[in-house]
């Protein structure tokens, strides 16, 4: 699984989705936990705009969840769209990473 996590310095989560410019990519290995660090992304975004989560879905395009601070309806719908889960969260990049890691990692034993 690939999360991308939206911030300014690498360290918290910061950024609205649609003015993240600055993203941080993970790779998750559901498999054996393991977490690695992928790669650091930026997209050119115009701050004068209001809708440009268009931009930051075409940057993680690849990516399976985003984890941004917040995200408005519209992104949801086009992330939606492309297959990436938005994911409200604030605190540092790793206390984000592990209550998403956490919650999936439950989700998996819950029988509905």
Do not use: P, W
Request: glycine letters at 6%; proline letters at 0%; one cysteine or more.
């Amino acid at each position: 699984m690939r999360i991308a996590v939206t911030s300014s310095d690498g360290e918290n989560v910061d950024l609205h989705f649609g003015k993240g410019n600055s993203l941080y990519v993970y790779d998750y290995n559901e498999e054996n936990g393991d977490l690695n660090f992928l790669e650091h992304r930026t997209v050119r975004i115009e701050e004068d705009k209001k809708e440009q989560s268009y931009l930051i879905i075409k940057a993680i395009e690849d990516c399976d969840v985003a984890i941004c601070l917040e995200f408005g309806f519209k992104a949801q719908i086009k992330a939606s769209e492309a297959n990436i889960k938005l994911v409200r969260e604030e605190g540092t990049v790793k206390e984000a990473l592990d209550s998403y890691i956490n919650h999936i990692n439950f989700m998996k034993n819950v029988k509905i």
